[in-house]
């Protein structure tokens, strides 16, 4: 569907192509919208993306040349127009594709009823990141998303004279994957636990947790949770620490 949309704006990008006022519908569904679709629409085209297995984030990259046809023209797409080659038929995993093409091919008439493609793109690029952000908060036990709840946040502080060797060691604490806590992967043993409080060694308990270390954590700050601590502390206040602990040459 979505290749459907690129190869017929790049023909509408040309004035005398025959492809001009073509609608934008499927075969199980009549879509219909005027300027600022409602969200229910989207919702009804991302089923067919859904039984197509056609992938999210394919959606979300669509790239038309510059400047873009629609910008130029009131385009509209048809869906009920794009074709499966022979090739494409009959793959194991494609059956509800085949459906919904040969079920196009068996229309007789559409209803000439209109919806714009800008109006239709963001919404599409809304929804995409919706269903992202509901995966990732699926995701709660995974370390990541303490560092990284909301999906598309920037958290790359570099601060004044930052080098490439502490750039580094903030990816890698961000990650929560350092040579000091991992290398037991490496070496294929046990996870290793602290020696003083018999916890699980990890990025964040080095950071935050371990009890022997809070006099000097309050040296450079004074943050309880790694969200806090990527966004409010300069990167440089936390090489401190770790140099000050003598593990900043491990990261």
């Given at each position: 569907m979505k290749l459907a949309f690129n190869y017929v704006l790049k023909l509408k990008s040309l004035p005398r192509n025959p492809c001009h006022d073509v609608v934008f519908e499927t075969p199980l569904s009549n879509f219909s919208a005027v300027t600022k679709s409602e969200a229910?629409?989207?919702?009804?085209?991302?089923e067919h993306f859904k039984?197509?297995?056609?992938?999210?984030?394919?959606?979300?990259?669509?790239?038309?040349?510059?400047?873009?046809?629609?910008?130029?023209?009131?385009?509209?797409?048809?869906?009920?127009?794009?074709?499966?080659?022979?090739?494409?038929?009959?793959?194991?995993?494609?059956?509800?594709?085949?459906?919904?093409?040969?079920?196009?091919?068996?229309r007789t008439s559409t209803s000439g009823k209109l919806?714009?493609?800008?109006?239709?793109?963001?919404?599409?690029?809304?929804?995409?990141?919706?269903?992202?952000?509901?995966?990732?908060?699926?995701?709660?036990a995974n370390k990541l998303?303490?560092?990284?709840?909301?999906?598309?946040?920037?958290?790359?502080?570099?601060?004044?004279?930052?080098?490439?060797?502490?750039?580094t060691a903030m990816c890698r604490l961000r990650v929560g994957h350092t040579w000091l806590t991992q290398r037991y992967l490496l070496k294929n043993e046990e996870q290793p636990f602290c020696y003083a409080c018999d916890s699980l060694y990890t990025v964040r308990h080095i950071l935050i947790e371990r009890p022997d270390f809070q006099d000097t954590r309050r040296k450079y700050f004074s943050v309880t949770d790694l969200y806090r601590l990527f966004r409010e502390v300069n990167p440089s206040r936390i090489v401190g620490y770790l140099k000050d602990l003598g593990v900043y040459g491990h990261i």
């Open positions: 229910n629409l989207v919702a009804n085209i991302f039984n197509a297995n056609i992938s999210l984030n394919i959606i979300d990259n669509l790239h038309v040349q510059c400047p873009p046809p629609w910008e130029e023209h009131n385009i509209t797409v048809d869906i009920s127009l794009t074709k499966q080659s022979k090739e494409n038929t009959s793959i194991q995993g494609n059956e509800n594709v085949d459906k919904l093409a040969k079920a196009a091919l068996n919806i714009c493609y800008s109006d239709l793109k963001p919404k599409i690029n809304t929804y995409i990141k919706s269903v992202w952000q509901r995966d990732w908060d699926a995701e709660g998303h303490e560092v990284l709840p909301n999906l598309g946040e920037d958290l790359h502080r570099r601060g004044e004279g930052a080098g490439r060797k502490r750039e």
